[in-house]
């Protein structure tokens, strides 16, 4: 039976891989920040290659929008108002 920190450590190793290959990045994760924001679940990941910070929000499990930053304040902040536009345009469709 596996400890609950080496499941952690498989679960964020594949979390990185799955970013990697679904956002086509070249990086390597060093640092995930899982959080939420109106209802919407975001992630802002720390790369190595290139350096800085990429986040991704996930509107629907097929909706995603991503984007990369310099910094982590500016990856949440991007990540939020993207949030903001996507709940806008939901709004306006319905």
């Not at 190793?13 to 899982?34: I, K, M, Q, S």
């Not at 350096?51 to 902040?77: L, Y």
């Amino acid at each position: 039976m596996k400890n609950k920190t080496s499941v952690l450590t498989e679960d964020l190793a594949r979390h990185e891989l799955e970013l990697d290959h679904l956002n086509g990045t070249e990086g390597v994760a060093a640092l995930c920040l899982y959080m939420e924001y109106k209802g919407i679940r975001f992630e802002v990941v720390q790369t190595a290659n290139p350096t800085g910070w990429k986040w991704v929000v996930h509107f629907d499990p097929n909706r995603r929008k991503s984007g990369i930053s310099f910094s982590r304040a500016m990856a949440i902040t991007s990540a939020k108002y993207a949030i903001e536009k996507g709940l806008k345009a939901l709004a306006r469709v319905k």
